[in-house]
């Protein structure tokens, strides 16, 4: 079991940037797939981007080009850069860490934060 907090979401102009991070405690991330994902109000959760422990990265089509995941090992944080923001990238963002790349891209990973908002005005 790993626990995680995210941090960073808050207001921003579209065009705008937040980076968000993942923090892990418990135990580290070695060997794990994280990702993030969002669910914006009456939708469902839905995949943002996943990094694997080898640094393999995957993102929605939707954000390729101005979203960034990467991780900081030493700091067992995961960091999501987020460029050139939309309204209708306003959604809580959540972070979650799994074994299996598999289970983490399908929204089945056993590990999840508490989410944070972000919110793009027009």
């Known amino acids: 079991q790993v626990q995680l907090v995210e941090s960073g979401g808050g207001l921003v102009q579209a065009g705008g940037s937040l980076r968000l991070s993942c923090a892990a405690s418990?135990?580290?991330?070695?060997?794990?797939?994280t990702g993030w994902f969002r669910q914006a109000p009456g939708k469902e959760r839905e995949f943002v981007a996943a990094?694997?422990?080898?640094?393999?990265?995957y993102y929605r089509d939707s954000v390729k080009g101005r979203f960034t995941i990467s991780s900081d090992n030493a700091k067992n944080t995961v960091y999501l850069q987020m460029n050139s923001l939309k309204p209708e990238d306003t959604a809580v963002y959540y972070c979650?860490?799994?074994?299996?790349?598999?289970?983490?891209?399908?929204?089945?990973?056993?590990?999840w934060g508490q989410g944070t908002q972000v919110t793009v005005s027009s």
């Open positions: 990094i694997s422990w080898s640094d393999s990265t």
């Open positions: 418990g135990r580290t991330f070695s060997g794990f797939a």
């Open positions: 979650a860490a799994d074994p299996s790349m598999w289970r983490l891209r399908t929204t089945q990973a056993t590990n």
